[in-house]
Nanobody, 124 residues
Framework: QVQLAESGGGLVQSGGSLRLSCAVS????????AGWFRQAPGKEREGIAS?????SLIFADSVEGRFTISRDAVTLYLQMNSLKPEDTAMYYC????????????????????WGQGTQVTVSS
């Protein structure tokens, strides 16, 4: 059974940094595809960063140059720098093993497994 669990969220001032972690269990092949999504109140879920099975990356324009994504066999990371109040949202990690060699994707429908989310709040 695949399970994902996020941690590292919290309250940070504008301009600060946070590092989110997502513990991944139940996936035996480290070449899984993974992504980070976020959802602010009243808004749709947004894909912000993704990595495919061979390390290809993609970022949303809203976070390009400020956020980075990385992973090892058991943990997915999201390093967030230069945070802004508009980055305030619930952040979710997601993973899939079906399309590891296709280009990285920011579409939620491309990910089968999801975590429960961790809240990030950026104060101005």
């Amino acid at each position: 059974q695949v399970q994902l669990a996020e941690s590292g969220g919290g309250l940070v001032q504008s301009g600060g940094s946070l590092r989110l972690s997502c513990a991944v269990s139940g996936i035996t092949d480290s070449r899984y595809s993974a992504g980070w999504f976020r959802q602010a109140p009243g808004k749709e879920r947004e894909g912000i960063a993704s990595i495919n099975g061979v390390g290809s990356l993609i970022f949303a324009d809203s976070v390009e140059g400020r956020f980075t994504i990385s992973r090892d066999a058991v943990t997915l990371y999201l390093q967030m720098n230069s945070l802004k109040p508009e980055d305030t949202a619930m952040y979710y990690c997601a993973a899939d093993t079906r399309w590891r060699y296709l280009p990285a994707s920011l579409r939620s429908q491309d990910f089968r497994y999801w975590g429960q989310g961790t809240q990030v709040t950026v104060s101005s």
